[in-house]
């Protein structure tokens, strides 16, 4: 909650705009109020309860596993990502990160991946404009 606050507080500082004009100021203000919104929901959910968090049962080497394999992809994706293009390189990422790190079966993890990568592909080069680097087969 006291990063929420200090998000807020200091987007208070820049110019906030309007929702037909925002400022520089109005995205971190957004941002700042959702996240205190949703962490003081969690507070109170967790203190209706009444219980500590209950630790995961899962071993270190799994969670080693895990994060050496996301840390890889991530650093594989960074270094294809200039030269292979937005979806050849987004579609695999995704469909790792839900297959090895979110444990899906693979059925999901595919129907994640594609989707995941063709929504961003929509929302960033197609209606904001975001210019990606094409890669050898054009998109």
């Not at 929901?41 to 080497?61: F, H, M, T």
């Not at 992809?73 to 090895?100: D, E, K, N, Q, W």
């Amino acid at each position: 909650m006291t990063a929420a606050a200090l998000i807020i507080f200091g987007s208070l500082r820049l110019q906030l705009g309007a929702p037909q004009n925002p400022g520089p100021g109005f995205l971190p203000f957004l941002v700042g109020t959702l996240l205190l919104i949703l962490s003081t929901a969690l507070l109170v959910r967790s203190l209706r309860d009444g219980r500590e968090n209950e630790p995961v049962k899962s071993s270190g080497s799994a969670k080693s596993i895990k994060l050496f394999g996301t840390v890889a992809a991530l650093l594989l994706f960074a270094f294809a990502f200039p030269h292979l293009g937005f979806l050849p390189t987004t579609i695999p990422l995704m469909i790792f990160l839900s297959r090895v790190v979110g444990e899906l079966n693979w059925k999901i993890s595919l129907t994640i991946g594609m989707a995941t990568s063709f929504f961003m592909y929509l929302l960033f080069k197609v209606w904001l404009k975001v210019q990606f680097p094409t890669g050898p087969w054009g998109f």
